[in-house]
Each structure stands twice: as C-alpha cells, then as structure tokens.
C-alpha cells in the first residue's frame, strides 16, 4: 500500500530564505509525482509534475527533484517570499492504484 | 479555456441529510474526480468518472455516489451525512481516464455537518 509522507509538517521562515520541503513514498512503482500548493481553505494549484523518467522539474522560483529508487522528492524554493506562504502538498500516482496518493503537507509561512 | 468550477462555495447540513455537490469540468476534458478532504490532512479520493461511468473508486461507503452528465459537468451526493463528513470536498478534471493524465482541480465546496 503506496504511503506518502512530507517532513516538515510546519516551516516558519524569514523572507528571502532558501528553504527545501520534503516527500518520501513507500512503494517506488509509481507513474508520476506532483507537487501542489493550496492557500487556506482553498482548492489546489499545481506547481510541478515529474514524469516516473525525470529528475527534475523547475518552475521559476521552484525545482523539484524525483529519487525514484529511494523513494524521495525534494521541492527547492529560492528567495522565499511571503506571497509564498501557503501549504505544499506532494502526491504520487502509483501503479498498482491508478489514483493520487497525496501526503498531508507542509505548512510554510513566510514572514517578512 | 474556462477552468474547473465548483458550487457551492460552503454548506452547512445537519446529520442524517442529504447533500448534493457540483463539478463543471474543464472544457474539452471527460474525465472527472473527487476527493474528500479532512481539516488538516491530504486529500483522499472517493471517485473518478469517464464518460459518465464510474471509473475507480476509493474507500468510501456506498452513500457517497456521483454522476457525470453529457457534458462532462458531475455531481456527488453524499447520503445520511455524519459529522465526519464535515471536509472540504474537491473535484479535479482531467482529458482522458488514463493514469498519466494530468488532474486540474477546482476551488472546492467546505461541508459542515452539524
């Protein structure tokens, strides 16, 4: 059974930090991985998506990275602003499901 | 190109009711999915469907049961609601039931059950 977990579960930092938000999955036979961002109470937005084949994506301020084998992705944000604040969610697409496994988030505030 | 659009914007219900949730796809796709999502968690996927059939399904109970319409517009009805039905209810659209295909989600509708 395919898990997603996102370490940290809260992140406070000052503006203009480099800051890197975690993903690790426990069953690696996966499609794709994507990374949304959702404002409180608000539907999702998404940021990246990495095909099973790729190692990264980038986006702007955003890069993604996808370690297949070690079952991991990292979402990298430059210069972090508070516009950016907001929860970042990262979800898988699994073989053996054929539906998005999604983590419970990172909540980043960034404050100025 | 319109984008995915929910209604309503909020309800409240109180337990034992009926609920009806609405879904307008993107234009041009056909394939549409819901997912419910508790306060502080990540979304979990009650069900997909491809030209108005179902398609997949997560592990929901049979009270939560959905229609797709011919255009592509879809419903979920959530039946004798309880109050952890409580969620912020999300639909994403996508052009084709494939895997690969990539899920455009809409704003959501926050269901209250009291």
């Known amino acids: 059974k395919q898990e997603v977990t996102q370490i940290p579960a809260a992140l406070s930092v000052p503006e203009g930090e480099n800051l890197v938000l975690n993903c690790s999955f426990t069953?690696?036979?996966?499609?794709?991985l994507q990374w949304f961002r959702q404002d409180p109470g608000k539907g999702l937005t998404s940021l990246l998506l990495?095909?099973?084949?790729?190692r990264e994506q980038t986006s702007g301020r955003l890069n993604a990275s996808l370690d297949k084998s070690s079952g991991r992705s990292t979402l990298y944000i430059a210069a972090s602003q508070p516009g950016d604040s907001a929860t970042y969610l990262c979800a898988v697409l699994s073989y053996n499901t054929d539906k998005l496994i999604f983590g419970t988030g990172t909540r980043l505030q960034v404050f100025p | 190109e319109t984008g995915v659009t929910q209604s309503p914007t909020h309800l409240i219900k109180t337990r034992g009711q009926q609920v009806t949730l609405r879904c307008s796809s993107q234009?041009?796709?056909?394939?549409v999915s819901w997912y419910q999502q508790a306060l502080g968690q990540g979304p979990q996927f009650i069900f997909q469907y491809y030209r108005e059939e179902e398609n997949g399904r997560g592990n929901f109970p049979p009270r939560f049961s959905g229609l797709q319409f011919p255009n592509y517009s879809s419903e979920l009805n959530v039946n004798a609601l309880e109050l952890d039905d409580s969620a912020l209810y999300l639909c994403?659209?996508?052009?084709?039931?494939?895997?690969?295909?990539?899920?455009?989600f809409g704003p959501g509708t926050r269901l209250t059950v009291l």
């Open positions: 994403a659209s996508s052009l084709g039931a494939g895997p690969v295909n990539e899920q455009f």
């Open positions: 234009s041009g796709h056909n394939t």
């Open positions: 069953d690696s036979a996966i499609y794709n």
């Open positions: 990495i095909q099973s084949s790729q």
